[in-house]
């Protein structure tokens, strides 16, 4: 059996440019990880998996192929890319096979704005009025939590955490709950509480979640789009607005 390629070499690399890779399990054949990178990035993980003992589901992943003999099959998907359009692909795929079928732990670039919806959602994304946000808020982007019909408690419950998020979080006076750039609904804050009161899992990971109330004072802005506070390439999914 030959020896698996772990790396490329410096003529190829030249030639490479961006590219965006795929890890796949080479028993179901199934693609578990959607990257991008350059020169030997590709092959990063399973180094990684072997020389750190730092535990996550796609290391470990590569950890059980390699525990049974068998290696990791690489795919580069698209290379001879610029690093923008690297980006773009990689987001694409990912929305494409879904984030619950991989190891990847968030959606690609500017996802929240762009990436996969259904028409419906694309005609009330860009119908939506914008918003001009006057108060101290927090933008929370529930993309993946929210769905049509859910309950005042259910979407209440996916808002208010838990989020990681640092001490700027005590300027904020309201939240605003974001799917797919429009508003939801809006809280008033009326405390935070460290999420480990609740769930001692999340212990030192400085997770947060807020107590508040429906802001009846401030229903002018569900319906409105969030557009003009978007930021090329955010993964966070918690946006500060005038705090």
């Not at 419906?120 to 927090?138: F, R």
Request: glycine residues 8%; contains cysteine; neutral net charge.
């Amino acid at each position: 059996m030959s020896k698996p390629i772990d790396v490329f070499p410096y003529s190829v690399i030249e030639k490479l440019g961006y590219y965006v890779y795929l890890l796949i399990d080479p028993e179901t054949e199934k693609v578990f990880y959607v990257g991008k990178g350059t020169g030997n990035r590709v092959f990063a993980h399973a180094n990684d998996a072997l020389e750190s003992p730092t535990p996550g589901e796609k290391l470990d992943r590569i950890r059980d192929i390699l525990s049974k003999g068998k290696a990791v099959d690489y795919i580069i998907h698209r290379h001879g890319l610029t690093e923008k359009e690297a980006f773009e692909v990689e987001a694409a795929l990912i929305d494409y096979i879904g984030l619950d079928a991989l190891t990847n732990q968030v959606h690609g670039f500017n996802s929240d704005d762009r990436g996969r919806m259904r028409v419906a959602d694309i005609i009330e994304k860009y119908a939506a009025p914008e918003v001009d946000i006057q108060e101290s808020v927090i933008l929370v982007t529930i993309n993946r939590l929210y769905r049509k019909g859910m309950s005042a408690e259910e979407l209440y419950g996916v808002t208010r955490g838990d989020w990681v998020i640092g001490t700027r979080r005590e300027k904020a006076q309201y939240a605003f709950a974001v799917s797919n750039g429009i508003i939801r609904q809006v809280y008033k804050i009326e405390r935070w509480y460290p999420s480990e009161n609740l769930n001692p899992a999340l212990k030192n990971n400085n997770r947060w979640r807020f107590d508040g109330r429906v802001a009846t004072e401030l229903q002018h802005y569900v319906g409105g789009s969030t557009v003009r506070y978007s930021t090329i390439g955010a993964q966070n999914p918690v946006k500060y607005i005038n705090c």
